[in-house]
């Protein structure tokens, strides 16, 4: 439901308020922002602590006068000059904006409104921005309102459709990319739209072998469960929602986060909670056990097993045990969690018995859990051929982590991407590795400190990036490491999910000529966010507010160039992801456009622009060869996609999606017998099986899942080629080595 844009963050220190930013200011930020609440008209908007609106369970889901309250604030902080990069008046031109966004959130695919009811929405478009300011939000909760009539609609015609037969002789086709698609204008026409969509999924079922019981015992649980997980949403997620429409419509990067959210955020960045240790996923109606983390509580246990079904959760020793099936997991989540120390009782159905089956009870000490799968990780490559081998380190780092609240409280072992990478680096020196592949795929940023200290592990003190406020001034922050950690051979391997912090990283390593950029275009954001904490600038005792990650500045490269829209390009482009022309902030309609200021005073360490034709025609020359099978297979995987994609329809006809079926299978067995031929492992791609992931035994796709994460993927393996081939050609070549490795002191990479 929500558009969660969390992995796009490049976060500066989570303070109650931005503020380095207004340190010439004759108050200081906190009373700035203090003064902006107060500002608010006394009847809408008291200073008071007020106290929060408990909602009926059984009423109809209608905003509290707190959550009136908190949109009034982010008013008043969304409009002031003082704190948004690029601040916008809350008028009718933002409320067709927020109304836009809102709508795309509850129903992006537009599978459920019509244009009928937009018409009837028509006076909420351009006065939301009033009602806010009046205090009155009835409006996006009469919206949703409409929203579960209509979930409810779709969900009873799907399954009145199950009761008839398809003709899949038509020759018909299922348009699924709805995301530009006009709404429909009618129910008639939904009927439509939702015909041809029961049987794509009718025809999925058909393809994969299912009998027409089983296809419609499948699917009318499916959709049965869409209207449940409708109707479990709250008046919170609908305030969040809404207030996420709104955030969203300042950039893509400003975000409302409410306390559940913060919380998760939170935990995303430190890389540690407390509880149990366990990894939960909603199947059917029950919360089930997806993974269980190494050394955690569950774990050691040993009675809890990946599959296993929690259906009652109890507190203490003698604490109500509360039948939880039924719940929504973060719900469940929530009961779980808790303090260190304390005690958590379980009531479990192991994962192989009915559903009538007599519970297990468990009793589980809650604990720290450190979660090591989100941080940064190593392998080590060997690549080249005949007697010219390297030994390649890579390390694969999703995130640029940081544990805010750690670091703050000078925690001598709080998270810290960089902390790890420097751990790593010394153990690829031990290893006497040759070179280092960062893998920063997929990875969207973080920490605006992560991204500049790891910058100096490689580059040693200097100039990292420059950030602009909102005035203009632009401030050059550098790293103060007083050397490097790393002076051998690099390679940054990024496609175009690499976001921001990594972006930041990306950008020095290529405007200091420290390594080579590998893979694709990067994503293009180039803003910095901060947080702000609603609860301590109202100073709210308890907490009844949330977050609001607030866009304060654009970032810009040392050479003065930005990653806005641009991103950073590779020296050496190759396609890493399926669908990268799909996204990036060139995609979005609100994005802060790109600009250029003054180049910092930086000193380039190396200059690769001589050696970079001679490595694209190595890597060319490679993959003609078909050297890595797997690598020229993801290829063509990744061109087959983009073909599919850009079709953005499927055939209804039996008669072709067999055909498509068949050359799919006779693909995966010719594979099949290559990988045996030249000792490969066995393919873990399979056919489209026609279920939604919770329908699939959660043990068997954990496994699935885990395999997956310790093979060593193709796109890596290249990277490390390409490095190899750089040493090779500096070493073959001292006075290429010379002219290429000119700004350093020593010449590292030729050794």
């Known amino acids: 439901m929500r558009k969660l844009l969390l992995s796009l963050l490049v976060v500066a220190v989570p303070l109650a308020f931005v503020g380095h930013r207004l340190a010439t200011a004759p108050q200081s930020p906190e009373d700035a922002l203090r003064d902006l609440v107060a500002s608010t008209a006394p009847a809408a908007l008291s200073t008071s602590h007020a106290q929060a609106t408990p909602r009926n369970p059984g009423a109809p889901l209608a905003p509290t006068a707190q959550e ?15 704190f948004p990069y690029r601040p916008q008046p809350l008028d009718a031109a933002m409320s067709k904006q927020i109304f836009k966004r809102y709508l795309d959130a509850l129903d992006a695919d537009k599978l459920f409104f019509t244009q009928a009811d937009l018409d009837r929405f028509a006076p909420i478009r351009t006065s939301l921005d009033v009602a806010i300011k009046a205090g009155q939000l009835q409006a996006p909760f009469s919206i949703f309102s409409t929203y579960l009539k209509r979930v409810d609609q779709r969900v009873a015609y799907a399954q009145q459709l199950l009761k008839h037969d398809f003709d899949f002789n038509a ?74 429409s709104w955030a969203l419509s300042m950039d893509p990067h400003t975000d409302y986060m409410d306390p559940r959210t913060t919380a998760n955020f939170n935990i995303s960045m430190s890389l540690s909670l407390q509880g149990i240790g366990a990894v939960l996923q909603k199947q059917d109606d029950y919360v089930a056990i997806r993974q269980l983390m190494p050394g955690g509580p569950a774990m050691k246990s040993g009675r809890l097993k990946v599959g296993d079904r929690i259906v009652g959760v109890g507190q203490g020793d003698s604490g109500e045990m509360l039948d939880v099936v039924g719940w929504r997991i973060d719900d469940v989540v929530d009961k779980i969690r808790g303090p260190k120390g304390s005690k958590v009782r379980l009531e479990v159905l192991p994962g192989d018995a009915s559903m009538d089956a007599k519970p297990v009870a468990i ?3 809650r604990d720290k859990i450190h ?33 805010f609240e750690g670091r703050r409280k000078n925690d001598a072992n709080y998270a810290s991407a960089t902390r790890d990478v420097q751990k790593i680096l010394a153990q690829f020196k031990a290893a006497k590795v040759d070179g280092v592949v960062m893998d920063l795929r997929d990875n969207g940023g973080g920490s605006l400190a992560e991204a500049i200290d790891l910058t100096g592990l490689f580059v040693g003190p200097g100039p990292v990036v420059q950030v602009r406020d909102s005035n203009g001034d632009v401030n050059v922050q550098s790293d103060d490491i007083n050397r490097a950690a790393w002076t051998g051979p690099l390679a940054v391997l990024v496609n175009r999910g690499s976001a921001s912090a990594t972006e930041i990283f990306a950008a020095a390593i290529q405007d200091y000529g420290r390594g080579l950029i590998l893979g694709e275009n990067t994503f293009g954001k180039g803003s910095v966010q901060n947080l702000i904490d609603l609860n301590r600038v109202t100073r709210s005792n308890p907490p009844q507010f949330g977050q609001v990650k607030l866009t304060i500045e654009q970032f810009f490269r040392v050479n003065g160039a930005s990653t806005q829209i641009k991103g950073v390009a590779p020296d050496i482009a190759f396609p ?61 995987d990744f061109a087959e996609y983009r073909e599919r994609a850009d079709k953005k329809t499927l055939s209804l006809n039996l008669a072709e ?8 299978a006779a693909k995966r067995k010719q594979r099949e017998a290559e990988r045996k031929k030249y000792g490969l492992e066995s393919s873990l791609s399979r056919a489209d099986d026609g279920l939604d992931a919770g329908e699939r035994n959660i043990a068997d796709e954990a496994r699935r899942e885990q395999e997956a994460k310790d093979r060593i993927s193709p796109l890596a393996r290249e990277a490390a080629a390409i490095l190899g081939d750089a040493i090779d050609l500096l070493a073959a070549d001292p006075h290429l080595a010379q002219t290429v490795l000119s700004g350093r002191a020593h010449g590292a990479w030729a050794n």
């Open 657 to 664: 999606r067999t055909a498509e079926r068949d050359k799919d």
């Open 576 to 636: 890493a992801s399926p669908n990268a022309k799909d996204f990036g902030e060139s995609t979005y309609d609100n994005a802060l456009p790109y600009t250029q200021i003054q180049s910092a005073s930086y000193r380039a360490l190396d200059h690769f622009a001589p050696i970079v034709p001679r490595l694209i025609a190595l890597h060319d020359a490679r993959v003609a060869a078909d050297t890595d099978r797997e690598y020229g297979w993801l290829m063509q």
């Open 371 to 403: 979660l090591e799968e989100q941080a940064a990780k190593s392998r080590i490559i060997e690549t080249g051929t005949g007697a010219v081998r390297h030994k390649i380190g890579v390390i694969d780092l999703p995130t640029f982590y940081e544990d």
């Open 363 to 365: 009793a589980l000490v």
């Open 171 to 244: 020759h018909e086709t299922w348009a699924y990319d709805r995301k530009d698609a006009a709404w429909a204008a009618d129910d008639k026409a939904l009927d439509e739209l939702w015909r041809k969509y029961v049987k794509n999924d009718v025809l999925r079922l058909k393809l994969a072998g299912k009998t027409p019981e089983q296809i419609r015992a499948t699917l009318d649980k499916r959709y049965a469960q869409v209207a449940t997980t409708a109707h479990l949403l709250n008046g919170e997620d609908v305030f969040q929602t809404f207030m996420d």
């Open 68 to 82: 009136a309250r908190e949109a009034q604030i982010v008013w008043r902080l969304f409009s002031d000059p003082r």
